[in-house]
């Protein structure tokens, strides 16, 4: 059965890097686009990041754009968010997901996805 599985997650300091990546069993990732979303406790899921399937068209939300970069090995079957300098809003659980089209992860469609990795804490002291 195809699965995501998430990694990376952890507890820093204001300003310091985390990356996080996101495992892909089965042949699900390579021709699907892949996206980054967290949530926090009592709210909804929110969209942070997305790449294409080749890897040439990415998409941020305005909070990370400029400190998050979104990337992707498709040889490896695993995707990367590159998280510099972490804020203490950043704190959430982040999930990965995939889809085929690349509009339905931009547009947050939570519903319309293929697939959900389980998320990883990243939790940003102030």
């Known amino acids: 059965q195809a699965q995501l599985a998430e990694s990376g997650g952890g507890l820093v300091q204001a300003g310091d890097s985390l990356r996080l990546s996101c495992a892909a069993s089965?042949?699900?990732?390579?021709?699907?686009?892949m996206g980054w979303f967290r949530q926090v406790a009592g709210k909804e899921r929110e969209f942070v990041a997305a790449?294409?399937?080749?890897?040439?068209?990415?998409y941020y939300s305005r909070p990370v754009k400029g400190r998050f970069t979104v990337s992707r090995d498709n040889a490896k079957n695993t995707g990367y968010l590159q998280m510099n300098n972490l804020k203490h809003e950043d704190t959430a659980v982040y999930y990965c997901?995939?889809?085929?089209?690349?509009?339905?992860?931009?547009?947050?469609?939570?519903?319309?996805?293929?697939?959900w990795g389980a998320g990883t804490l990243v939790t940003v002291s102030s």
């Open positions: 997901a995939l889809d085929e089209v690349l509009s339905t992860v931009v547009d947050g469609n939570l519903a319309g996805m293929d697939y």
């Open positions: 089965g042949d699900i990732f390579s021709t699907r686009a």
């Open positions: 790449i294409s399937w080749s890897g040439g068209t990415t």
